[in-house]
């Protein structure tokens, strides 16, 4: 740590030279604001979530093993609910400590109003249908009437039979599966004591509700109560060692078992915040060490005359470190309160994009502030760090000599590392090509940080080169201001150098980002396009699944020639990887294979799609080779319910972007899923039947189901399951905040290197020079700026983008969006640009005799 002594220092250094400490100062406080935001995602996933409703009489909860751990602190969530054996339910009772346990069931529902419209849960929450004995974990009041005795009475919650106009007495037609069944209201109960904000309740019999979940014989989770004394941590930790294969949840987490989505959320959460807070802690270093080398470049005349009069190395790099901690700890401090509202916002995107609820809640404590404090201010000194170094290590001598001119030579050792990166990037992007699959993307986005270091160690040599082959074409010799913008690139490539090349760095990683997001989406596109051969699709307007029962009343229906129904979930496939294994989650299907061409074509380039039954299961090019699986050979596959299979593949095929990269038969799927139910359903019509006729003929056969719907072939993608949707959301956040950042950096290192030239204009001015011509001269520096940082930046993306085009279309043009383009372009010109305008400006203002003589 810095003594008093050398802050003190430091802090007449930065009040003598703030202009020199902005940039850096900017750039930690943006960092500590993400930083911070990320610590508070990251604290809020480890420690809240949503307080269970329905098992909030429960102690502890017990539920499946809801989530496949890759290693001791990596976990892969399971898309449907992992139920548990009945008979667990008893083992769990015998348990000391354990006053009862009770087994529940989620069975979801849809209750119709007299006029037939549904009656959703609260703010659009769902309906679930659970037995009788599931009252007590509320528990349940009644308020009027008695528990159901039959299998056609049931009992609902206040607040639903409210909304649905229903009372003690009433009959009501709850939609199970998407099968309608009468019923008679025979009780009403009130709300636990938390109340039920985010779903409403009906209650079965026990026999009934077992019976609607097609499961028999299971259970979704144990409520249990504790006998006095016994505290619920304590009673988890004894269940979990008493009954194997159980997880045992207290406190707030409870919810997790209750409500899925919320435990996928704090996953999610937790993953995200750590690995991008993570990457921003090293950006961070990154950036505040470049904008610190730019601030001490500009400084190397003082700091050479230090070592001339005496200063020691060690001397220098402690002024630097106090400098650092008193900058870091300002802007560290400064970026707190905006990291709480980016934080905020990050959890709007993350609800819009369907990846946490609504009512998941934040929790802002101290901790998130203080590991920022302690990351920004330890990145802040190891970026001073690296920079001393280079300041340091030469003798007086050699100092004062160096701050005269810019050197005109790069390290051997920046040079070699630049140029040994740029052949590994073009090795990566062919083995993208020689050897494809699920981590196309992953590899291209290596060879893009690859090609990225390579432009940051060889910029200033490319900068060169970029100006003696296209300076001619920019009309800098035309007149004055063109002249001396030329001699100036020419003299102060290393300078220039320092704003191009973060400049070209944004524009690679927004473009690898925009262009590969795009060549994702029109393939995928293309392929649904091509591959979809159903004339109709068949959807729940609920989002509940159509039933196998509704796939047979729709086969008899005159015109109709192939009915296909189509389940889906994800499920994790696990395949050898070097001297290890590895797990990959994918998205699945399961279609009847019967003429499956006639209502979605595959398109089969290896085996025969119509061998697809139980024991087999189709893969996608992409997941073959992912997994090194070859036709007729078994995979190690775990479905959405973390059942574990060995299927042996039957057929690969091309088109698995547009429907799924999984391929098994459909009552395997629908088995194991959480409702047993198909996603949607395809219909192809018979050779000359008209499709209006058609279209009304399959509106009559499902008019005895209420929620199933009648669409065309785009209702198959916006059925559920057919991928998470939000994806976009997500990524486009993160790449914001990164790029942003970015942005941060490059305005940060033009605007530092523009107004420190005040001395540079004044000279210019004083011989003959007037205003318009040095900004004239500095537009002709931005015009370098923006046509490098563009060139380069788009050339180090076309491997990449061509190898990953070519591994999933098999074509070696990528899909360019045309407005993904100007944005980069507009926001590439007006970044530079506006900066080095800007800073011009500032740096005329002084009158010129004032201006010469200043400090450096």
């Not at 910029?459 to 074409?473: C, D, E, M, N, Q």
């Not at 050979?633 to 095929?653: F, H, M, N, Q």
């Not at 372009?825 to 305008?837: E, F, K, P």
Request: charged share 20%.
């Amino acid at each position: 740590m810095p003594r008093r002594k050398d802050l003190s220092l430091a802090w007449s250094t930065i009040k003598g030279r703030k202009g020199g400490f902005i940039g850096s100062f900017v750039a930690i406080a943006a960092g500590s604001a993400v930083i911070t935001a990320c610590g508070i995602l990251l604290m809020s996933g480890l420690n809240t979530g949503v307080t269970p409703e329905r098992y909030s009489g429960a102690a502890v909860v017990i539920g499946g093993e809801q989530s496949y751990w890759l290693d001791e602190s990596s976990e892969v969530r399971y898309s449907e609910r992992v139920t548990l054996p009945a008979d667990k339910v008893d083992a769990v009772a015998a348990v000391p400590g354990v006053k009862s346990a009770v087994g529940d069931i989620d069975v979801a529902v849809s209750v119709l109003a007299a006029d037939g419209e549904e009656v959703g849960g609260p703010d659009g929450f769902p309906v679930f249908g659970h037995g009788w004995s599931g009252t007590s974990l509320g528990p349940f009041p009644v308020r009027e009437g008695r528990a159901p005795a039959a299998s056609d009475e049931v009992v609902l919650d206040g607040d639903l039979a409210g909304r649905a106009d229903l009372s003690v007495g009433s009959k009501v037609r709850i939609v199970a599966g998407s099968i309608p069944s009468a019923y008679r209201v025979v009780g009403i109960v009130g709300p636990p004591k938390g109340g039920l904000d985010r779903q409403s309740a009906v209650f079965f019999t026990d026999d009934r509700a077992a019976g609607l979940s097609g499961r028999p014989g299971r259970v979704d989770a144990i409520g249990v109560r504790a006998e006095p004394g016994v505290s619920p941590e304590a009673l988890a930790k004894r269940i979990t060692a008493a009954v194997p294969h159980v997880v045992a949840r207290t406190g707030a987490e409870r919810g997790d078992v209750e409500f899925l989505d919320v435990g996928d959320a704090r996953s999610l959460v937790v993953e995200s915040s750590a690995s991008f807070g993570g990457t921003m802690v090293l950006i961070v270093v990154f950036v505040v060490a470049s904008t610190l080398a730019l601030s001490v470049r500009q400084r190397r005349r003082e700091l050479a005359l230090l070592r001339a009069i005496g200063a020691t190395p060690r001397q220098i790099h402690s002024m630097i470190g106090a400098e650092m901690t008193l900058v870091s700890l300002a802007g560290a401090l400064v970026g707190a309160i905006p990291g709480i509202v980016l934080a905020f916002v990050m959890r709007g995107v993350f609800i819009l994009a369907d990846a946490m609820p609504s009512d998941f809640r934040m929790e802002v404590g101290w901790l998130p502030f203080l590991a920022t404090l302690v990351l920004c201010v330890v990145s802040a000194r190891l970026g001073g760090w690296l920079v001393a170094r280079g300041v340091a290590r030469p003798s007086p001598v050699e100092a004062l000599g160096d701050a005269a001119i810019e050197p005109k030579k790069l390290s051997w050792i920046r040079l070699t590392i630049g140029f040994l990166l740029i052949p590994l990037g073009l090795l990566l992007t062919l083995s993208n090509v020689a050897v494809s699959g699920d981590s196309v993307a992953d590899t291209a986005a290596a060879a893009v940080l690859l090609f990225v270091v390579a432009v940051g160690c060889v910029g200033p040599l490319l900068l060169r080169g970029a100006i003696t082959l296209f300076g001619s074409s920019l009309n800098w010799r035309s007149k004055a201001h063109g002249f001396l913008a030329h001699a100036n690139v020419r003299a102060n490539v290393r300078r220039l150098s320092a704003a191009t090349t973060p400049l070209a760095m944004g524009v690679t990683l927004a473009a690898v980002q925009v262009f590969g997001a795009s060549t994702t989406v029109a393939a995928s596109q293309e392929q649904f396009e091509e591959g979809m051969r159903a004339d109709h699709v068949l959807t729940a307007s609920s989002g509940a699944g159509v039933s196998p029962r509704v796939v047979d009343a729709v086969r008899d229906v005159p015109g109709v020639d192939v009915v296909t129904p189509v389940a889906r979930m994800r499920v994790l496939l696990t395949f050898p990887s070097e001297d290890s294994t590895a797990t990959k989650v994918f998205a699945a299907q399961g279609v009847t294979p019967e003429r499956l061409s006639r209502t979605m074509e595959l398109d089969v380039i290896e085996g025969d799609i119509a061998k697809l039954k139980d024991g087999t299961v189709a893969l996608s090019r992409v997941v073959a080779e992912t997994v090194r699986a070859h036709r007729d050979e078994t995979v190690d596959l775990r479905l959405g319910d973390g059942t574990v299979i060995k299927p042996r593949v039957v057929a690969i095929y091309e088109r698995g972007l547009g429907f799924g990269d999984v391929t098994l038969p459909n009552d395997l799927v629908t088995e194991h899923t959480t409702s047993q139910v198909n996603a949607a359903v395809l219909i192809k019509s018979k050779d000359g039947t008209d499709a209006k006729t058609l279209r009304g003929a399959l509106r009559d056969a499902v008019e005895p189901y209420p929620t199933v719907e009648v669409g065309d072939r785009e209702a198959f993608q916006n059925a559920p399951g057919s991928g998470s949707s939000g994806d976009w959301a997500l990524n486009l956040l993160f790449q914001t905040l990164l790029l942003g950042y970015i942005a941060i950096a490059v305005v940060n290192t033009l605007v530092m290197a523009t107004a420190a030239r005040v001395r540079e204009f004044a000279m210019l001015r004083l011989v003959g020079a007037s205003r318009d011509q040095v900004r004239a001269m500095m537009n002709g520096e931005a015009r370098v700026v923006v046509f490098s940082a563009l060139l380069f930046g788009l050339l180090a993306t076309i491997p990449p983008l061509v190898g990953m085009s070519v591994s999933l279309t098999k074509s070696p043009v990528p899909s360019v969006s045309p407005l993904g383009l100007i944005a980069i372009v507009a926001l590439t010109v007006a970044l530079s640009w506006g900066s080095i305008t800007m800073a011009t400006k500032y740096a005329l203002r002084p009158a010129p005799v004032d201006a010469i003589g200043g400090r450096e």
